[in-house]
């Protein structure tokens, strides 16, 4: 996993991804937003986490990745600064 080419990673319940359901956390890059939420531990560790998971999907070709746990409610993405193609 290349933690550099992660922009945030979001964990929440299914539905809005706005934040108003969950959480940011922000990569510590040049571009971060001055208002991001910047945890850089989190953000690896959350971005392993979902990137190994078997139902993980790719989508927007290629600039994030998600997970949903439809009996939790959980919605668990790793947004990307480069697209992944898969
Ligand atoms: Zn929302």
């Known amino acids: 996993m290349d933690i ?4 945030k990673v979001y964990s929440g319940r299914i539905g809005c991804a706005c934040g108003c359901m969950g959480k940011y956390s922000y990569n510590d890059l040049p571009d971060t937003p ?3 939420s910047v945890n850089v531990r989190s953000v690896k560790i959350m971005a392993k986490r979902i990137l190994n998971d078997s139902a993980l999907v790719y989508s927007d070709c290629g600039r994030y990745a998600h997970v949903e746990d439809k009996v939790r409610n959980t919605s668990k993405i790793v947004y990307f600064v480069n697209p992944v193609v898969k």
């Open 4 to 7: 550099s080419n992660i922009k």
């Open 34 to 36: 001055d208002y991001a």
